[in-house]
């Protein structure tokens, strides 16, 4: 799988929208973007994942670049709960394994 | 969740004792894996498997087998624990559209 580059760590006061940034250079035309995130002593948890459009659900909205090569996770409103280590992963879901390669997200701390 | 049950969720053994971890889903997906996760690694894949009796290894599968008899059970064992296999154990679901679903983990220590 394609390598991901994130911030170690972001902060956010809480209530404020927090644009989390992941590139992604390498990105090849068949590999989604997908994120996760991992709240303390928790397994990991989807998030959002998307090809080249925006996408948006529940939990956050994904804004991808017009090359591909970068994206955003976009929570619109940060709350305590969302404090996690936040993942962003490419993966080629044509391959056969669909293997999740982590590297080591960002670790999101939310300032109440 | 995806009805994803690890069990047990902690375990203590001994050096030399064969573990075996559980992962049961309730969805009928066929893909299941195995990751260990320890500090300053994240999070690495051991195994996986796309369908009953079909398995295959991941980054980090020495020292590890696994087995998948029934759709819904994908098992992990440890022949002779080491402590270099002392790790939180979680494993994972893939999703209808594509996305991962990840049990609660399973700590496991060897002493």
């Known amino acids: 799988d394609a390598k991901t580059t994130q911030p170690n760590s972001m902060e956010s006061n809480e209530e404020e929208p927090v644009h989390l940034p992941c590139n992604h250079s390498t990105i090849s035309g068949t590999d989604y973007i997908h994120w996760y995130r991992q709240l303390p002593s928790q397994g990991p948890e989807y998030v959002i994942h998307g090809l080249t459009s925006n996408v948006n659900n529940r939990m956050a909205s994904l804004a991808i670049a017009e090359d591909r090569k970068s994206s955003t996770l976009i929570l619109h409103r940060a709350t305590l709960r969302d404090a996690a280590v936040y993942y962003c992963?490419?993966?080629?879901?044509?391959?056969?394994?669909?293997?999740?390669?982590f590297g080591k997200g960002t670790k999101l701390s939310v300032i109440p | 969740d995806a009805g994803i049950t690890q069990s047990p969720r902690h375990k203590v053994t001994e050096t030399g004792t064969p573990v075996t971890l559980r992962c049961h889903q309730t969805e009928n997906h066929r893909y299941m894996y195995w990751y260990r996760q320890d500090p300053g690694h994240g999070l690495r894949l051991i195994h996986y498997s796309y369908g009953v009796k079909d398995t295959d290894k991941g980054e980090v599968s020495d020292g590890y087998s696994v087995s998948r008899s029934k759709t819904e059970d994908f098992l992990l064992t440890l022949e002779s624990a080491t402590s270099s296999q002392t790790s939180v154990y979680f494993c994972?679901?893939?999703?209808?559209?594509?996305?991962?679903?990840f049990g609660q983990g399973t700590r496991l220590t060897v002493v």
């Open positions: 994972a679901i893939r999703g209808w559209d594509n996305e991962a679903f």
């Open positions: 992963i490419l993966n080629n879901s044509g391959a056969g394994s669909y293997q999740l390669t």
